[in-house]
């Protein structure tokens, strides 16, 4: 262990980065006039925002890879054949969209030009 002299007192100086690098800092500070204080405010904004950004840019990531982890089943319907197709119709108006990829007004069109054709 080393001892140094600074403002007037011993203290004692241990050898790991993080004091040493608090020591710096604590240093640097006592040596900073007011208008450095100012600049020294602005830094401090300027991290803050940027850590502040890119949390946020990993919580985001993790919240969009969490879909891919924590699977939901979607087609968990019993049903079948006719019996779809009429839950489709008479279910939420978002179902029949996603199943199918059409609205519920343009499958009705589809099912008319289809009987108008010849087919039942």
């Known amino acids: 262990m080393a001892f140094r002299v600074s403002n007037q007192a011993v203290t004692l100086q241990r050898h790991t980065p993080i004091d040493r690098s608090i020591a710096m800092i604590n240093d640097n500070n006592d040596n900073y006039e007011d208008g450095d204080e100012e600049e020294l405010d602005e830094e401090d904004l300027i991290i803050q925002a940027a850590a502040t950004a890119a949390i946020a840019a990993g919580l985001s990531a993790i919240e969009h890879a969490q879909t891919f982890y924590d699977k939901t089943p979607y087609h968990d319907s019993a049903l079948s ?30 099912i008319n030009t289809l009987k108008a054709a010849g087919y039942q």
């Open 81 to 110: 054949g006719v019996a779809l197709v009429l839950e489709l119709l008479t279910g939420h108006p978002k179902c029949i969209r996603k199943e199918l990829g059409v609205h519920r007004h343009v499958f009705y069109a589809l």
